[in-house]
C-alpha cells in the first residue's frame, strides 16, 4: 500500500521561503518520477512540478513558478523536496505531492497511481 505524507507547509510573507518535503513508502520509489501539485478552493489541482526517477536528472516547472521553485529528491530517504523562494501571495494552496511515470518519465506531470496525502498547507501573506 502506498502512503504518502508532505510536511513543510506554514504561514510566511511575500517574498519569504519555505521547503516542503513528502516521504513515501510502499513503492520502489526511485523507479518512480514524482510531482509536486496544488490546489486553492474551488479551483482545479495543478501541476507544480516533476522529477525523472532515478538520479533526478531531469525536471519541469509550471511557468507560474519557474524560476522560484526548485524540486529535489533524496532516494536513500524516498523523499521528495520543494523549495520555494520569492514565495506570492498567489501560490497560497494545498501543495500534494505523488508518484508520477513508473518509467521515470518528467513530464509529464502526473498522478499515476491516483494516491494522494493529506497535504501541506502554504498561506503566503501579501
Known amino acids: 500500500q502506498v502512503q504518502v505524507v508532505e510536511s513543510g507547509g506554514g504561514l510566511v510573507q511575500a517574498g519569504g521561503s519555505l521547503r516542503l518535503s513528502c516521504t513515501v513508502s510502499?513503492?520502489?520509489?526511485?523507479?518512480?518520477?514524482m510531482g509536486w501539485f496544488r490546489q486553492t478552493p474551488g479551483k482545479e489541482r495543478e501541476g507544480v512540478s516533476c522529477?525523472?526517477?532515478?538520479?533526478?536528472?531531469?525536471?519541469a516547472y509550471a511557468r507560474s513558478v519557474e524560476g522560484r521553485f526548485t524540486i529535489s529528491r533524496d532516494n536513500a530517504k524516498n523523499t521528495l523536496y520543494l523549495q520555494m523562494n520569492s514565495l506570492k501571495p498567489e501560490d497560497t494552496a494545498m501543495y500534494y505531492c505523488?508518484?508520477?511515470?513508473?518509467?521515470?518519465?518528467?513530464?509529464?506531470?502526473?498522478?499515476?497511481?491516483?494516491?494522494w496525502g493529506q497535504g501541506t498547507l502554504v498561506t503566503v501573506s501579501s
Open positions: 522529477i525523472t526517477g532515478g538520479s533526478g536528472a531531469n525536471t
Open positions: 505523488a508518484a508520477g511515470s513508473n518509467r521515470g518519465y518528467c513530464p509529464p506531470l502526473i498522478n499515476s497511481l491516483g494516491t
Open positions: 510502499g513503492l520502489a520509489f526511485d523507479d518512480y518520477a
